[in-house]
């Protein structure tokens, strides 16, 4: 049963443009949220996070969003750049359980030069 | 800069076969994790530890044991590989204040083929 899930395994998008990557969780104890970037042959590098007290959080060109009574979060990419372009995971836990990440299963994203 | 290494990118075992995969942090962190990626399951956490000789069974445990004789090494042992276990196994550790910012630091990942 997959609690975090990224229903987009794959998003393509001109560079400039905006990137939307999305992510749906079933568990509602899950009260911290996470994304991270993949670029082939390396480890998952921590992109950005958000709490649940939140509904926002900004960090340069990416912005998180969470919607909690529809158990959904996107990370928005502006302006897209082709260095962009990885496997991005979301991935949430709850707080009495904080060693225990669950991670969806990635969308890869490719930005268009 | 910080570092999470591991110690083989690419190994490929025959089935029966003992595996140590090993991974070594320079952070002084006490959290260390082992996951496996496989297309469409994202990451699975097999064992993670929060203190030397301490370990604690993730979510897909099966098949597999670790070992934490000193802080900054955690390794995943793999009794007798079999096909299944052929996957990519990353590691990762923490300090327990990054776990509230969700700050895991991750190796560069051993690529496992077991035939």
């Known amino acids: 049963d997959q609690q975090v899930k990224q229903n987009s395994p794959s998003l393509s998008v001109q560079e400039g443009r905006i990137s939307i990557l999305n992510c749906d969780y079933t568990n509602s104890m899950f009260d911290y949220f996470l994304w991270y970037k993949k670029y082939p042959a390396e480890g998952p590098t921590f992109l950005i996070s958000i709490s649940s007290i939140k509904d926002k959080n900004e960090d340069g060109r990416f912005t998180v969003f969470l919607n909690k009574s529809a158990k959904h979060l996107s990370l928005h990419i502006v302006p897209s750049q082709p260095g962009d372009s990885a496997v991005y995971f979301c991935?949430?836990?709850?707080?009495?359980?904080?060693?225990?990440?669950?991670f969806g299963t990635g969308t890869r994203l490719k930005v268009l030069a | 800069d910080v570092k999470v290494t591991q110690s083989s990118r690419y190994l490929v075992k025959r089935t029966g076969e003992k595996v140590f995969l090993e991974c070594v942090q320079d952070?002084?962190?006490?959290?260390m994790f082992w996951y496996r990626q496989d297309p469409g399951l994202g990451l699975r956490l097999i064992y993670f530890?929060?203190?030397?000789?301490?370990?604690e069974k993730g979510d897909i445990p099966e098949g597999y044991s670790v070992s934490r004789e000193k802080k900054e090494r955690f390794s995943l042992i793999l009794e007798s590989a079999s096909t299944n276990q052929t996957s990519m196994y990353l590691c990762?550790?923490?300090?327990?204040?990054?776990?509230?910012?969700?700050?895991?630091?991750f190796g560069e990942g051993s690529r496992l083929t077991v035939l």
């Open positions: 991935a949430a836990s709850a707080r009495s359980g904080t060693y225990k990440y669950i």
């Open positions: 990762a550790s923490s300090s327990p204040g990054q776990m509230n910012t969700g700050e895991l630091f």
């Open positions: 530890s929060y203190d030397v000789k301490m370990k």
């Open positions: 952070m002084d962190h006490e959290n």
